[in-house]
């Protein structure tokens, strides 16, 4: 079933010890939406500027995304420019040139309203809570946050997060929220806002999945050469939402605890293939062969 | 089978945010001993000095532990103190009193030299290797080190290391060792040193497995509420060569892969249970029906 993906669409230029890119596609919305169109129907909203390149538009609609919720405004395409350390483990952002994204406003064109699943990246709460107002029979509606909103809008936060099926955030963004450090209280106090589910990430070490009634730990697959971890955080919620979206799952159905876990492997399998080559470059060339290996891998070496 | 157990056995005066103990049995053999007396029958090799308390003594004996080879030599005995950061990531040593410790020379006593299990904590790895020169049908044998010895004594490191079936050591330690910052092929170029199983731990997040043929991720547990974490690496290693022993395992066994992946889980539920109280007070109220709880637990939140 369809998915709605809303985030920025965006350039990156990025460094890592294996090279640098100056310039080339990604933005939260396109490495979610590249990684769920490998499991379901995706109906991207974000918008662009008059830079866009065509090619870049047929990354995204070789992927079968659908692009009419893609906005093209007057001014330049949202721009970030990051180096990584030696280790990779930190990052140090060069560059934020907001330009057209400063204005986002996510609309959903009359074909994307009654797809039942969204996930909602990283922009203002108050932006966030009415992609799920223009929806008309939202199914498991959720999304994104960061640091940055947990302090500067806390109120709007909390009100957009009552209505969301579930949270996708890391570690110190859920240390933040709940004010707790530890992840099992602060996974209790954060279930208590409103999501039902919680997906806590934790970089190279995997993900946490908090339901009221229990929990799951994906680990993190190792990898042998990280070449850009850039967009791994945004291919897992696309591997999970899109797994999601494709199995039908409903907040309310109690077969979809499996499908969750299964989700949540999903997830770190499109952020462990992210990381393999520079920006959305593996996303382009990897198939669902590949996916399906690396999820038997997953149960090869979590088996006891 | 038996399984001697190699380390310091010592006290420890612990400071963590729940509170200060100034002095109480600790040292990485007693927490190994106490670990692997659950699953099997442990032999202990130490030495302690002439303040070594009978009521100590009695923690090890209780649980079946022979101290035979546990020397009482004159002096004090070896003392440590260090006091955990504010979210126990970070521990800072503040005294090391080596007193009687200094001088260990690990010697089996006749009636421990047949047994074909040995975890040699982190000593001089020139005595370490004596250990398994002093064994008359080892069977599978390996232990601990640190930064200290990787850096100081290579040359006598790596002798030990050729002829040990396993080896028990940190990811900042495995990365030390092998000169390569991803886990993946730190393993690699540490397997071609000698241990065929090698097991790198990750804290709260886990550890792994590596072996020539494969690899097997165990999660950390996720404790509500970490208490001191001071022997939860030590608690791992007694879990992991205690089920090692109690099984049989031998190196040269297929069967033992099986083994080897429970034996991770159940290494990492007794490191999870040593850091639920202060020094080894877990582990002395313990039962063998909260591990197998606890080790269900862990099938419960892998399985997918």
């Given at each position: 079933?369809?998915?709605?993906?809303?985030?920025?669409?965006?350039?990156?230029?990025?460094?890592?010890?294996?090279?640098?890119?100056?310039?080339?596609?990604?933005?939260?919305?396109?490495?979610?939406?590249?990684?769920?169109?490998?499991?379901?129907?995706v109906?991207?909203?974000?918008?662009?500027?008059?830079?866009?390149?065509?090619?870049?538009?047929?990354?995204?609609?070789?992927?079968g995304?659908?692009?009419?919720?893609?906005?093209?405004?007057?001014?330049k395409?949202?721009?970030?420019?990051?180096?990584?350390?030696?280790?990779?483990?930190?990052?140090?952002?060069?560059?934020?040139?907001?330009?057209?994204?400063?204005?986002?406003?996510?609309?959903?064109?009359?074909?994307?309203?009654?797809?039942?699943?969204?996930?909602?990246?990283?922009?203002?709460?108050?932006?966030?809570?009415?992609?799920?107002?223009?929806?008309?029979?939202?199914?498991?509606?959720?999304?994104?946050?960061?640091?940055f909103?947990?302090?500067?809008?806390?109120?709007?936060?909390?009100?957009?997060?009552?209505?969301?099926d579930?949270?996708?955030?890391?570690?110190?963004?859920?240390?933040?929220?709940?004010?707790?450090?530890?992840?099992?209280?602060?996974?209790?106090?954060?279930?208590?806002?409103?999501?039902?589910?919680?997906?806590?990430?934790?970089?190279?070490?995997?993900?946490?999945?908090?339901?009221?009634?229990g929990?799951?730990?994906?680990?993190?697959?190792?990898?042998?050469?990280?070449?850009?971890?850039?967009?791994?955080?945004?291919?897992?919620?696309?591997?999970?939402?899109?797994?999601?979206?494709?199995?039908?799952?409903?907040?309310?159905?109690?077969?979809?605890?499996?499908?969750?876990?299964?989700?949540?492997?999903?997830?770190?399998?499109?952020?462990?293939?992210?990381?393999?080559?520079?920006?959305?470059?593996?996303?382009?060339?990897?198939?669902?062969?590949?996916?399906?290996?690396?999820?038997?891998?997953?149960?090869?070496?979590?088996?006891?």
């Amino acid at each position: 079933m369809s998915l709605v993906v809303v985030g920025s669409v965006a350039y990156d230029g990025v460094e890592t010890p294996h090279g640098k890119v100056g310039r080339m596609l990604g933005g939260a919305g396109t490495f979610i939406a590249l990684s769920a169109s490998f499991f379901t129907k995706v109906n991207l909203v974000g918008v662009v500027g008059e830079d866009f390149r065509a090619e870049d538009e047929s990354v995204l609609r070789d992927r079968g995304i659908d692009l009419s919720g893609l906005e093209k405004a007057p001014g330049k395409t949202f721009f970030w420019a990051g180096v990584y350390s030696d280790n990779m483990n930190e990052r140090t952002t060069l560059t934020t040139e907001l330009n057209v994204f400063a204005d986002f406003n996510p609309k959903l064109p009359p074909s994307y309203r009654s797809a039942p699943y969204a996930f909602c990246g990283n922009i203002h709460p108050a932006l966030q809570k009415q992609v799920r107002a223009q929806m008309t029979a939202p199914r498991f509606v959720g999304g994104d946050t960061m640091n940055f909103w947990i302090e500067g809008t806390p109120k709007e936060l909390a009100e957009t997060i009552r209505e969301w099926d579930f949270l996708l955030i890391n570690d110190s963004e859920a240390r933040q929220l709940s004010g707790e450090h530890n992840l099992r209280r602060a996974a209790r106090k954060i279930l208590e806002m409103g999501p039902q589910t919680l997906v806590i990430k934790r970089g190279e070490y995997g993900a946490i999945l908090f339901r009221p009634g229990g929990y799951f730990v994906a680990p993190g697959f190792l990898l042998e050469e990280v070449f850009d971890p850039t967009g791994a955080g945004d291919s897992f919620a696309g591997g999970f939402m899109g797994y999601l979206a494709q199995q039908g799952v409903s907040e309310l159905d109690q077969a979809s605890h499996q499908h969750l876990r299964r989700a949540m492997i999903y997830g770190s399998v499109m952020g462990s293939f992210c990381c393999e080559q520079f920006g959305v470059n593996r996303l382009r060339t990897l198939s669902r062969e590949d996916i399906e290996r690396r999820y038997q891998e997953f149960k090869a070496f979590t088996d006891f």
